[in-house]
């Protein structure tokens, strides 16, 4: 099977490939908010990771690598999609019309629907709190995949959680926090 | 000692204060409960969503075999396609675009067209192709911003998706023709004052879900690949280029 030239670090890297399905499936379905459609956001983002697979810089992170590709994948992808009237902007507005209010107030007691509230927030914030808090991604390697500078990071993760925390019910206060199950 | 901002105590909640200014802060945060509850509140925003998403769904089983039999058939590629950077003149179809267009042929979703560089005109998707565009597309194509819809022929809605540039400083557009019995998504370059169609793929008509099918996508990648085409334009770039003639 060692034909091609660097056969056995192309195996490796297909591998590593194959091995981070599951995180780029979650922030695919995260960005797109559609199972189908992620998975074709998935699969294009791997055509593309292996097709270019000599511009990856094996000192960075490949996670971070494949989460760039994905992430400009999906920009192509809404420029695409046919919207009524305006263009679907990248950074759309916060979706009011998903979520129902009691639904969003039960939200305050269950971590389960953190994943509900995460999908109203605008994609901006939705991308940026997945990179950071999920992935565990630095704020430098986050600003490389958004293509802004760190500031902006930590401004836009900021204002994120803080929007994150007022939907939740999370106070910071010990004795109130509604982070604990039953508390109103 | 000046108000400590939310992005200095999400930076230490996070782990990326340098030493020194995470221990000054400490310092501030002992003798400052209306501070520490701030930071408890980035921490646990944080930690609520590392809960609530790192129990990862499990991967489709077709998914996972599709992205496996990708990662073999690189390997035992004997070819590897990078971006060429010459603009290639076309002579046939390049390999990459053919092995693409083959799997969405056996797919059975979509037709393609593939400009030749010839001056005949080409079928399918309606009628709507031919080499050189007509006067009310080439207009739209002229000063039309990606993103925006025009009603044409009364019953036909284009759209520009992208600008983009080849080489040689050659301006290029991807745009969506919509009919009620199907439609094209196609690339088309200026050349002097003239509007070509380089790439057209017919697709089934959008309907009211407004998707693309995602089978045309690779195609339209690889030709871009193959043409070496450069990244889409931003808003001021790509009015800069219209307004050039």
């Given at each position: ?132 808090c ?5 704020y ?14 930590m401004?836009?993760l900021a204002?994120?959680r803080l929007?994150?925390a007022?939907?939740?019910?999370i106070t910071g206060d010990p004795q109130r926090s509604s982070t604990a199950?039953?508390?109103? | 000692m000046a108000a400590v901002t939310d992005e200095r105590l999400m930076a230490y909640a996070d782990g990326e204060l340098p030493p020194e200014e995470a221990a000054a802060l400490e310092r501030a945060l002992r003798a400052d409960g209306e501070l520490r509850r701030r930071l408890a509140l980035f921490q646990e925003t944080r930690t609520a ?197």
């Open positions: 099977m060692d034909e091609g030239r660097g056969a056995s670090s192309e195996t490796a890297f297909g591998q590593r490939i194959v091995a981070l399905l599951p995180n780029l499936r979650r922030f695919a379905l995260v960005l797109t908010r559609d199972p189908d459609a992620a998975d074709d956001l998935v699969q294009q983002t791997c055509e593309r990771a292996i097709a270019g697979r000599e511009r990856f810089d094996p000192a960075t992170r490949l996670e971070a690598w494949l989460f760039r590709i994905m992430r400009n994948a999906w920009i192509d992808l809404v420029r695409r999609r046919k919207t009524r009237g305006a263009e679907l902007p990248v950074e759309d507005a916060e979706d009011a019309s998903a979520v129902d209010g009691r639904r969003v107030a039960e939200a305050r007691l269950e971590l389960d629907d953190v994943r509900a509230v995460v999908e109203t927030l605008p994609v901006e914030q939705r991308e940026i709190l997945m990179l950071v999920v992935e565990g991604l630095s430098r390697e986050t600003a490389e995949i958004l293509d802004v500078p760190v500031g902006t990071v401004s836009r204002r994120a929007k994150l007022e939907k939740m019910g199950r039953g508390e109103v | 969503m590392n809960a609530a998403f790192t129990p990862v769904d499990e991967v489709p089983p077709a998914l996972r075999a599709r992205v496996a039999d990708m990662v073999a058939g690189a390997q035992s590629a004997t070819v590897t396609p990078l971006r060429p950077r010459r603009a290639a003149p076309w002579r046939g179809v390049p390999l990459q675009l053919a092995a693409s267009v083959a799997a969405v042929l056996a797919a059975g979703a979509i037709g393609y067209m593939v400009g030749t560089g010839s001056e005949q005109a080409i079928e399918g998707g309606g009628g709507l192709l031919a080499m050189e565009a007509g006067g009310e597309v080439a207009a739209a194509l002229d000063t039309l911003p990606s993103g925006q819809e025009l009603a044409i022929d009364g019953d036909t809605r284009l759209r520009v998706v992208s600008s983009f540039m080849l080489p040689g400083e050659v301006l290029c557009r991807e745009v969506e023709f919509d009919r009620a019995q199907g439609g094209t998504i196609s690339v088309l370059c200026r050349t002097g004052d003239a509007w070509r169609t380089r790439l057209a793929i017919a697709v089934p008509a959008s309907g009211t879900e407004g998707y693309r099918p995602a089978s045309a996508v690779p195609v339209i990648d690889a030709f871009l690949d193959d043409m070496a085409a450069g990244p889409a334009l931003g808003p001021e770039e790509e009015a800069e280029q219209l307004r050039a003639r």
